[in-house]
């Protein structure tokens, strides 16, 4: 359906608020549980651009960055990677453009620069999404400051300008060091404070404050003071009921891995008899979106620390719901794009891994031989264009990317294996 009757939108395209249309695309696009709609405007406006009147203001120039980024960002929400890189090779010739706009035209090259560095995280290209926004929070911090006299803004409208860009890139850094599991953990806690201090709107500084819940999660025997830190930045994960309510679908992924980590059994076991009413308490449209098959999942990895630890109690039944919260994450992810796909196999996989702890000898040869076969799908996903960079083989047989890494071979268990492919997927992906 369309997001607008067509005579009424064909109304709007003949004015001058085809600007405003795609900012607001792209403000719905940013915030969780408006992705459908976000894209729906986001699609008209680009199937009509050739109606869209031609003037002469001032505002006309930034028209094409505006459609530029709301398709970058709409790729990126949906997980579809190939999209995403399609649409980058296809527009960047614009960039160049933008330094002749300003200090709005920079605002605009770090936006979409740093959507860019979303889709290299994505496609597990964890080194160049890194030197990407290093430099750009080099150079946007070097332009910025020296804007005053390049372009007489003064410092006043240049401190109300430049802060939330800067905040984007260094937040995206943060996040790619974190979860391209290198040694840059002290330098990601430093982008990501450095964000929260710069970012004037209040959702941007959670958005922050969740990457470093994830950061805490990594981090089970160290993290508890920065998962503290961080619950003080948003009380809801302190609730004992489970977050709920439109939007706040970030914070329920957040607050099952804080309660799988950091929580004692009952409280885990409290919090799972509600998981249902707390899912229902969400549209359904946001439900079909990301990140609800990581809820899922997290759900099921709850169960399975309960069925470990508390035998006595129903141990069946968490069993039970751990196996269906795992079908309800893996068939989710499944139809999104390459990363969901790829999560979506790594859900299988962990699922596998439950079963072989109790299932009797008499099955386990064809359970092995499932997972055996799970892994061959994983990594021929993560072979395959637009994610060929994590498990990539030359012309003379050599392999390389982040996967390869990981990879044991067959020289161990193939349980080990599969857990150490699994460690190459952090923070918010998991």
């Known amino acids: 359906m369309a997001y607008y009757r067509s005579t009424a939108f064909e109304n709007i395209l003949a004015t001058s608020g085809i600007d405003a249309l795609l900012a607001q695309a792209n403000g719905l696009l940013d915030t969780p549980g408006q992705l459908a709609q976000g894209a729906a405007l986001l699609k008209e406006l680009h199937a009509n651009q050739s109606k869209w009147r031609k003037t002469e203001t001032l505002c006309s ?28 090779g296809e527009k960047k010739s614009l960039l160049p453009e933008l330094r002749r706009h300003g200090l709005e035209g920079l605002k605009f090259e770090a936006e979409l620069r740093n959507r860019r560095s979303i889709n290299l995280m994505d496609q597990f290209r964890f080194d160049e999404a890194i030197e990407m926004l290093r430099e750009l929070v080099s150079e946007r911090t070097r332009l910025v400051d020296s804007a005053v006299t390049e372009y007489g803004f003064t410092q006043e409208a240049l401190d109300n300008f430049s802060d939330d860009s800067l905040a984007a890139c260094l937040g995206s850094l943060g996040q790619s060091l974190a979860v391209s599991g290198g040694k840059g953990i002290d330098e990601a806690l430093t ?37 503290e830190r961080v619950s003080n930045a948003l009380p809801e994960l302190k609730m004992s009921e489970l977050v709920s309510g439109h939007g706040n679908q970030y914070k329920l992924a957040l607050q099952l891995k804080g309660l799988l980590v950091f929580a004692a059994p009952k409280n885990i076991a409290k919090s799972l008899e509600m998981f249902e009413t707390a899912v229902e308490s969400y549209s359904l449209e946001a439900r079909q979106s990301h990140p609800f098959g990581l809820i899922h999942q997290a759900a099921a990895i709850c169960a399975i620390r309960l069925q470990n630890e508390l035998p006595s109690e129903k141990p069946s039944a968490w069993g039970d719901f751990a196996n269906h919260q795992f079908n309800l994450a893996s ?19 962990r699922q596998q891994i439950f079963r072989l702890s109790y299932i009797p000898s008499t099955a386990a ?28 083989t030359d012309e003379l047989g050599r392999r390389s990317g982040h996967f390869v890494a990981l ?16 460690s190459g997927i952090r923070l918010n992906y998991w």
Request: charged share 20%.
């Open 191 to 227: 982008c990501l404070f450095k964000a929260i201090a710069l970012f004037k709107n209040q959702s941007d500084r959670e958005r922050q404050w969740i990457y470093l819940g994830h950061l805490a999660c990594e981090q089970p025997d160290s993290g508890l003071p920065l998962w």
């Open 331 to 349: 068939t989710h992810m499944a139809t999104g794009g390459a990363i969901l796909q790829l999560l979506s196999s790594a859900s299988r996989l």
């Open 61 to 88: 120039w930034r028209r094409p960055y505006l459609l530029f980024q709301g398709l970058l960002t709409a790729a990126n929400h949906s997980g579809d990677t190939k999209e995403g890189e399609r649409i980058w």
């Open 407 to 422: 990879d044991p071979g067959d020289s161990v268990p193939i349980a080990k294996r599969a857990e150490a492919l699994l």
């Open 365 to 392: 040869s064809k359970a092995y031989q499932q997972l055996a076969s799970t892994i061959c799908d994983f990594l021929a996903l993560a072979s395959k264009p637009p994610l060929d960079a994590s498990w990539r």
